[in-house]
């Protein structure tokens, strides 16, 4: 139970009032309930909100081709042939990159596959892959199937971590000597940024090091973390990690992934990939020989395949406009402080009915807290349900809330926390208290 008294609405609201960041609301649409009245949304997490620009975007690249047609892919405003290209920059530094290692391309589960395609290179001793649990059920799915095409047994092949008995989180010394533990068996290491259900961020750089210690394959999926946590995917020594879009970076549903291929691999021909015309370097990739030869561009953009789907791509260039003017520094500051706030404000409650089982130290968590609910949960389903929050249930208990930084506000929290403490309050204490 916290000690720290959270502030009054009034404060909240003040506190709103002077972050300077609390401007990029306005660069969102909020969804309404019937009567129009602003929802509070808290589920950035699962999709987040369409930036008002966006929508211009996507109008620009369906007048060009009504306009121009064919012309579009050299003329039209954004051309179309180069168009990954203009997020390069802009994309490597949300998740602290260099601009040749990373891509824009397919979704990113797709995405796991091509680049595991590539990292994920199993012999007889070294073909298991540790990963995080629990996983989320398509990370699952692309692990247990690449184990099975390199014909190798999943059961065996898998190595997932799970929190020591009564803990939710892992501890990272215990990722690291699972690492050690398992290192002769490993070939790849596959963790998430941050987990989509506890919402711990791991600690990618010693885990990085350790990897390179031995030797180990190191890939991420960022799904929970780009956008959300800072993160130095250079430095830290990742291999290859991929994260979608649609999530923490508000680009709209199923939209376009990001890719990231460390430096040290960007100008190794010979690694095997599944290979499209779109990674082939642009001089030569519509040479229509009879035997042409795959030459693979630098870095990130040779594991391209298909010439990109634009209308999914176009709310790129409005939601990395609006990072890179906020700043992801700036940004995971503010969001430490909402995330905080929440937690604050969950503690002072001080009731059984809820336990929070996202790691209380601020560089261990993003955005997100989640809350297992002890008791009746359908109960604040629909009080949350009722006040107009958005809140996203896993079953059977856990609530998952996420302040975002770019639209969410101190007075929100502070309104959610009203209705947890009611729900609280006149529910049956679960344990006869
Ligand atoms: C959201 C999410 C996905 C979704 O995969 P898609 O290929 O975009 O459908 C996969 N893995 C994790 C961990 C996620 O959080």
Redesign the pocket.
């Known amino acids: 139970m916290g000690t720290d008294t959270p502030m009054n609405l009034q404060d909240a609201i003040q506190c709103d009032r002077d972050d300077p960041l609390s401007r990029f609301r306005e660069r969102f649409h909020i969804p309404t309930d019937e009567d129009g009245k602003p929802l509070i949304y808290f589920c950035g997490?699962?999709l987040g909100l369409m930036p008002r620009s966006a929508f211009d975007d996507v109008t620009a690249e369906l007048e060009d081709w009504r306009d121009l047609a064919v012309e579009g892919h050299l003329n039209g405003r954004r051309p179309w042939l180069p168009y990954h290209e203009s997020f390069r920059q802009q994309g490597a530094d949300l998740v602290g990159a260099l601009p040749v290692e990373v891509v824009f391309m397919n979704?990113?589960?797709?995405?796991?596959h091509l680049l595991m395609a590539s990292f994920y290179r199993p012999d007889s001793t070294r073909f298991k892959i540790l990963s995080d649990g629990p996983?989320?059920?398509?990370?699952t799915y692309?692990l247990q199937s690449q184990i099975r095409w390199h014909g190798f047994d999943p059961e065996e092949g898998m190595v997932v971590l799970k929190p020591r008995d009564g803990e939710n989180c892992l501890r990272d010394e215990d990722v690291l000597e699972a690492i050690d533990q398992h290192r002769d068996e490993l070939a790849m290491v596959m963790f998430?940024g941050v987990?989509?259900f506890t919402g711990q961020a791991h600690d990618i750089k010693n885990i990085g090091e350790r990897c390179q210690k031995h030797g180990i394959t190191f890939g991420l999926?960022l799904?929970?973390a780009a956008g959300n946590i800072d993160l130095q995917l250079h430095d830290h020594g990742v291999d290859f990690a991929a994260w979608?879009t649609?999530?923490y970076i508000n680009c709209g549903p199923?939209s376009v992934?990001g890719a990231f291929v460390h430096q040290r691999h960007a100008d190794d021909q010979d690694r095997v990939r599944l290979a499209g015309w779109w990674g082939n370097d642009p001089a030569t990739r519509f040479r229509m020989d009879e035997n042409p030869q795959f030459i693979a561009q630098p870095g990130a953009e040779g594991w391209q395949v298909s010439n990109p789907p634009i209308f999914s791509m176009a709310p790129l260039h409005s939601s990395l406009a609006i990072f890179a003017e906020a700043g992801i520094g700036a940004l995971r500051e503010r969001s430490k402080k909402l995330t905080g706030y929440l937690e604050n404000c969950i503690d002072a409650i001080g009731s059984d009915h809820y336990q929070i089982i996202t790691p209380r130290e601020e560089h261990r968590r993003g955005a997100q807290i989640s809350i297992r609910v002890v008791g009746d949960a359908s109960a604040l389903q629909e009080a949350l349900q009722a006040a107009g929050i958005i809140t996203d249930f896993r079953p059977p208990d856990v609530v998952r809330v996420v302040p975002t930084p770019l639209y969410n506000s101190f007075e929100e929290i502070h309104r959610f926390a009203a209705v947890l403490e009611q729900v609280a309050s006149s529910s049956t204490p679960p344990r006869g208290g």
């Open positions: 997490n699962s979704t990113l589960t797709t995405n796991l996983g989320f059920p398509s990370d692309a998430s987990n989509y999926d799904a929970h979608c649609y999530k199923g992934a």
